[in-house]
């Protein structure tokens, strides 16, 4: 097992943001987090990267407990964030953003083998790469922070909300991403609202609502679950 | 649609229309203040007073740069600067004087005791404070300023006196043309120069000073990057302890008398400097500082008893810049993250 979540309790002062969440992510594959605005889905990501102590529970990555890990450690063992709303250092050049990507590693023929993949999956970033972070579209954006997310060579790859505010045709080309990430061998846990692009790329699923899981199963099975097209796949 | 595009475009116009109006103004009164100026006292007595402005003016960037730069990185207005500027001065002047060391080892050993005091400064007095409200670090860092100021007043450390400082070389005066200029001078040009050159290349090239800039425009990221973001805050500090310190000598040099307090001035008005370039600008730190400089000099050498309205003229710089341009000449409005 990759990752393993184990009953965890998140909060945030008064408020109880998870109350006990379990799940876990295979070496491999594609796990999806789905739910409403306030769900929780951002907190667990924030969680597993470091960023938020938990007040209970667990999560171990390679069977190794890391709620008393520093980011930055928890980035060089293996984990990367794409956080919500792309964040990319807006007054960074695009080479400089993917460098804060690569900041644990200090090989340098490393990180640039790295950065001549991310260009090569994303050759608008090459074209680009002298530009400012906050010049870009939005779409150029999100590919700029998934490159970034992948320059440390995670093992495993969080990314929250990747479609948020992206024309259809960008959501489709960045789900398509999404998949050629995953054939190269980097497990992915996809925070969404999108279920049903959520869905169609990821092996499993969870269902989060108001900090807890209430359903789980494979992608087919939560897609063909009548609650679950009720609440998130319009009928 | 129209009508309320239009109605929310019209203040802006308007407010724009009003910025520019009082920009014009300004420039037609600082031509009109220099063209004064000259026939006043003759040229060479206005380029003498520029020229002495500059100096000094490159003396605040020193200190200017470490407050931009650590408000950039913590929003902090780090009070404290200005007497870390003044244990640079007393550094030096005990290795100079004690120890017979040379411009080069004294300056060296100041930027490095000034940095290692910031830095503690920094871990012990604002690192618990990083989640506290704005307003307690910035008390805190008022604390910290008596503090420094009071504590080496005492007999066993600098003493309250002032001491006068012996210089590490011979002042050499060149006349050109009328105009005096000094080796200090030309020490002091050189050496800023070069140590914004290296601070440049710091922020620009270097994994850490790229660190710093992300750092500056988001912590939470930066840290899902893997960034160690309290040991970039630690190096700002002692990036900005390091140039203060460096000022401070310097300054020692130009004005040779050292006291206690001497940081608190020079500080305050490396801080309207900074302000007046936009804080968190280090383009704008130097171009505020050199203004600055020059607005120090001009009215000492111009205005009637000039060397007592200095520093009001100084704060009447800070008043204007807030009521014309609050983020300053280089500076962006800061967007509040919810």
Redesign the interface.
């Given at each position: 097992m990759l990752l393993e979540v184990e009953d965890l309790h998140v909060a945030y002062g008064a408020i109880r943001a998870l109350q006990g969440i379990t799940f876990h992510i295979e070496e491999g594959e594609i796990v999806t987090l789905i739910g409403a605005n306030g769900a929780g889905k951002s907190t667990t990501l924030r969680t597993i990267?470091?960023?938020l102590r938990p007040i209970a529970g667990d999560i171990r990555f390679q069977g190794q407990s890391i709620i008393r890990t520093?980011?930055?450690r928890?980035?060089?063992m293996g984990i990367?964030?794409v956080?919500e709303g792309r964040?990319i250092?807006?007054?960074?050049t695009v080479m400089?953003n993917l460098?804060?990507?690569a900041?644990?590693r200090r090989d340098k023929a490393g990180i640039a083998a790295a950065m001549e993949m991310v260009f090569a999956s994303f050759p608008r970033l090459q074209e680009r790469r002298r530009q400012l972070g906050g010049t870009l579209s939005g779409g150029e954006q999100q590919m700029l922070a998934m490159g970034?997310g992948l320059m440390?060579q995670p093992k495993l790859l969080l990314l929250d909300e990747p479609s948020m505010g992206l024309a259809p045709i960008l959501v489709d080309e960045i789900f398509e991403i999404i998949r050629r990430i995953n054939a190269q061998g980097t497990s992915i846990l996809l925070v969404e609202q999108n279920a049903a692009m959520a869905l169609s790329v990821a092996h499993r699923g969870y269902v989060l609502e108001t900090g807890r899981i209430v359903l789980e199963g494979t992608a087919t099975e939560l897609l063909e679950n009548p609650q679950v097209r009720r609440a998130y796949l319009g009928g | 649609m129209t009508s309320i595009t239009r109605s929310l475009a019209s203040p802006k116009v308007l407010l724009r229309a009003v910025a520019w109006a009082v920009y014009i103004a300004l420039g037609v009164g600082i031509l009109w203040g220099v063209v004064a100026l000259v026939r006043l006292q003759g040229p060479v007595f206005f380029l003498q007073a520029v020229l002495d402005g500059l100096r000094l003016g490159f003396v605040y960037a020193l200190i200017a740069l470490g407050y931009t730069m650590v408000y950039g990185i913590v929003r902090l207005i780090n009070f404290a600067h200005g007497d870390i500027f003044m244990v640079g001065a007393f550094t030096s002047f005990y290795a100079i004087t004690q120890y017979k060391w040379g411009f080069f080892p004294a300056i060296l050993l100041a930027m490095f005791v000034c940095v290692l005091l910031n830095v503690v400064i920094e871990r012990v007095a604002y690192k618990p404070l990083r989640n506290a409200p704005r307003i307690a670090a910035l008390i805190t860092a008022i604390g910290v300023s008596f503090f420094l100021e009071y504590f080496t007043a005492l007999k066993w450390v600098f003493s309250a006196d002032y001491i006068t400082y012996q210089r590490p070389f011979k002042v050499v005066v060149w006349n050109i043309k009328g105009i005096l200029i000094s080796n200090i001078t030309v020490i002091i040009v050189i050496t800023t120069v070069l140590l914004l050159l290296i601070l440049r290349y710091i922020v620009y090239n270097t994994r850490m000073g790229k660190a710093m800039r992300a750092t500056a425009l988001d912590k939470p990221t930066a840290r899902l990057m893997g960034i160690n973001v309290d040991g970039v805050i630690s190096f700002t500090f002692a990036l900005g302890a390091a140039l203060a310190g460096a000022g401070g000598v310097l300054y020692a040099i130009a004005f040779p008398q050292i006291v206690t307090f001497m940081g608190i001035m020079p500080g305050l008005k490396a801080f309207v400097a900074a302000v007046l370039g936009g804080i968190g600008n280090i383009m704008g730190a130097f171009v505020g500082s050199l203004l600055m400089g020059m607005v120090d000099v001009l009215v000492v050498s111009f205005v009637p008893m000039g060397s007592r309205l200095r520093d009001l003229f100084a704060f009447l710089v800070l008043i204007i810049v807030f009521l014309v341009k609050p983020t300053g000449i280089f500076g962006e409005p800061e967007v509040e993250k919810v």
């Amino acid at each position: 097992m990759l990752l393993e979540v184990e009953d965890l309790h998140v909060a945030y002062g008064a408020i109880r943001a998870l109350q006990g969440i379990t799940f876990h992510i295979e070496e491999g594959e594609i796990v999806t987090l789905i739910g409403a605005n306030g769900a929780g889905k951002s907190t667990t990501l924030r969680t597993i990267s470091g960023l938020l102590r938990p007040i209970a529970g667990d999560i171990r990555f390679q069977g190794q407990s890391i709620i008393r890990t520093p980011p930055e450690r928890i980035v060089k063992m293996g984990i990367s964030q794409v956080p919500e709303g792309r964040q990319i250092f807006s007054k960074l050049t695009v080479m400089e953003n993917l460098e804060m990507g690569a900041y644990t590693r200090r090989d340098k023929a490393g990180i640039a083998a790295a950065m001549e993949m991310v260009f090569a999956s994303f050759p608008r970033l090459q074209e680009r790469r002298r530009q400012l972070g906050g010049t870009l579209s939005g779409g150029e954006q999100q590919m700029l922070a998934m490159g970034r997310g992948l320059m440390s060579q995670p093992k495993l790859l969080l990314l929250d909300e990747p479609s948020m505010g992206l024309a259809p045709i960008l959501v489709d080309e960045i789900f398509e991403i999404i998949r050629r990430i995953n054939a190269q061998g980097t497990s992915i846990l996809l925070v969404e609202q999108n279920a049903a692009m959520a869905l169609s790329v990821a092996h499993r699923g969870y269902v989060l609502e108001t900090g807890r899981i209430v359903l789980e199963g494979t992608a087919t099975e939560l897609l063909e679950n009548p609650q679950v097209r009720r609440a998130y796949l319009g009928g | 649609m129209t009508s309320i595009t239009r109605s929310l475009a019209s203040p802006k116009v308007l407010l724009r229309a009003v910025a520019w109006a009082v920009y014009i103004a300004l420039g037609v009164g600082i031509l009109w203040g220099v063209v004064a100026l000259v026939r006043l006292q003759g040229p060479v007595f206005f380029l003498q007073a520029v020229l002495d402005g500059l100096r000094l003016g490159f003396v605040y960037a020193l200190i200017a740069l470490g407050y931009t730069m650590v408000y950039g990185i913590v929003r902090l207005i780090n009070f404290a600067h200005g007497d870390i500027f003044m244990v640079g001065a007393f550094t030096s002047f005990y290795a100079i004087t004690q120890y017979k060391w040379g411009f080069f080892p004294a300056i060296l050993l100041a930027m490095f005791v000034c940095v290692l005091l910031n830095v503690v400064i920094e871990r012990v007095a604002y690192k618990p404070l990083r989640n506290a409200p704005r307003i307690a670090a910035l008390i805190t860092a008022i604390g910290v300023s008596f503090f420094l100021e009071y504590f080496t007043a005492l007999k066993w450390v600098f003493s309250a006196d002032y001491i006068t400082y012996q210089r590490p070389f011979k002042v050499v005066v060149w006349n050109i043309k009328g105009i005096l200029i000094s080796n200090i001078t030309v020490i002091i040009v050189i050496t800023t120069v070069l140590l914004l050159l290296i601070l440049r290349y710091i922020v620009y090239n270097t994994r850490m000073g790229k660190a710093m800039r992300a750092t500056a425009l988001d912590k939470p990221t930066a840290r899902l990057m893997g960034i160690n973001v309290d040991g970039v805050i630690s190096f700002t500090f002692a990036l900005g302890a390091a140039l203060a310190g460096a000022g401070g000598v310097l300054y020692a040099i130009a004005f040779p008398q050292i006291v206690t307090f001497m940081g608190i001035m020079p500080g305050l008005k490396a801080f309207v400097a900074a302000v007046l370039g936009g804080i968190g600008n280090i383009m704008g730190a130097f171009v505020g500082s050199l203004l600055m400089g020059m607005v120090d000099v001009l009215v000492v050498s111009f205005v009637p008893m000039g060397s007592r309205l200095r520093d009001l003229f100084a704060f009447l710089v800070l008043i204007i810049v807030f009521l014309v341009k609050p983020t300053g000449i280089f500076g962006e409005p800061e967007v509040e993250k919810v």
